[in-house]
């Protein structure tokens, strides 16, 4: 269903024409007459609606397609930026979360390094995981309690939020314990129990996108969270499966200018798994930026060539540090504080 609302000094002529354009299009048309304003609601073949070019006609005020079931996570249902609020930390509306630390927490010596190696370098979360959804079973799993004891740690000592990922419902109150943020990875997009249980809760979480997902199941995944109650939520842009096997992932730059456009959350981009190669990560967090995400979420590794996951996409602390670099430039020339 499309709506078009026509503008307070639209003429019934302008609308006339709006009426036989649907009709030549073999839609159809309700209208709802308001004080001030016509409103006209169209259906029919979804597809031709999605093709329909009303703004070009006077007396149009604007056109709102709603073909899609989420609400809540919608701009037409709230359309002021969400910013979340995490322990203080605020992500959205101008305010960057930047997110950084090893793919997997190894041990508390790799992480303290790697959490005092991006703090100084101005990252306001650290990242490590306890919980691994590796691809074979035979990989590094994660150090999962004894992780998150570590990651608890670093966080206090240096000033950092902790985000880390929940795999398992029933791990979510082990989890609360020791992160600030919930970290619902890409294999787990569409876990819906998984959604349903961080929705009951009202810890932040970090929805990363499936990758195989479209942005309207990235965002309906988001309406399972925030149907349960828990408004939370920041999205994560980390690429998405295509043809292409340079890059591990193809990062979706265009899922921020999207989602921008179709919900009030907070977005963030992970260049890290969205190329899978640490060469990129400075270029494309550059260009996320650019392209108005709220933030980064960056695996940092003291020494990328031994880590247990992920070494190939890590950054040095000091490659780090020129992200960090571009990403103040880049919000200088944006005029973005
Ligand atoms: C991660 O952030 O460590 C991770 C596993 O990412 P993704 O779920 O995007 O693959
Ligand atoms: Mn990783």
Redesign the pocket.
């Known amino acids: 269903m499309m709506i078009i609302i026509m503008s307070p000094t639209a003429t019934m002529e302008n609308l006339k024409k709006v009426q036989d354009k649907i009709l030549k299009e073999g839609l159809r048309y309700h209208l709802s007459k308001g004080e001030l304003r016509t409103i006209v609601g169209v259906i029919g073949d979804k597809k031709i609606i999605s093709g329909l070019q009303m703004k070009a006609f006077d007396g149009v005020e604007k056109t709102v397609q709603i073909t899609e079931k989420y609400k809540l996570v919608s701009r037409e249902f709230k359309p002021e930026d969400t910013i979340v609020n995490v322990d203080g930390v605020l992500v959205g509306g101008g305010h960057l979360g930047i997110m950084a630390g090893p793919?997997?927490v190894e041990s508390m010596e790799q992480l303290l390094e790697s959490a005092e190696a991006v703090k100084a370098r101005g990252a306001n979360f650290l990242?490590g995981?306890a919980f691994?959804?590796r691809t074979s079973p035979y990989d590094f799993q994660g150090l999962a309690t004894e992780g998150l004891e570590m990651l608890k740690a670093a966080g206090a000592q240096t000033g950092l939020k902790v985000v880390t990922?929940i795999v398992d419902m029933n791990a979510l109150d082990l989890i609360s314990q020791y992160a600030d943020v919930l970290?619902?990875?890409?294999?787990?997009m569409q876990n819906f129990e998984l959604l349903k249980a961080v929705g009951r809760s009202q810890k932040p979480v970090l929805l990363?996108?499936g990758?195989s997902a479209t942005i309207s199941e990235w965002l309906n995944a988001a309406e399972y969270i925030l149907s349960e109650g828990n408004y939370n939520v920041i999205l994560?842009e980390?690429?998405i499966r295509t043809y292409e096997t340079f890059t591990r992932n193809t990062l979706d730059l265009s899922a921020v200018a999207a989602v921008k456009e179709l919900s009030h959350l907070p977005i963030i981009v992970?260049p890290?798994?969205g190329t899978g190669r640490w060469q990129m990560v400075r270029p494309m967090a550059r260009a996320a930026i650019a392209t108005g995400a709220d933030g980064l979420?960056i695996?940092v590794h003291p020494h990328p060539e031994i880590a247990l996951?992920?070494g190939d996409q890590s950054l040095t602390p000091e490659n780090f540090s020129l992200v960090m670099e571009d990403v103040q430039n880049m919000m200088q020339v944006m005029g973005r504080d």
């Open positions: 793919c997997a990242r995981g691994k959804p990922e970290q619902i990875g890409a294999r787990n990363k996108r990758m994560c980390r690429g992970d890290s798994h979420m695996e996951s992920d």
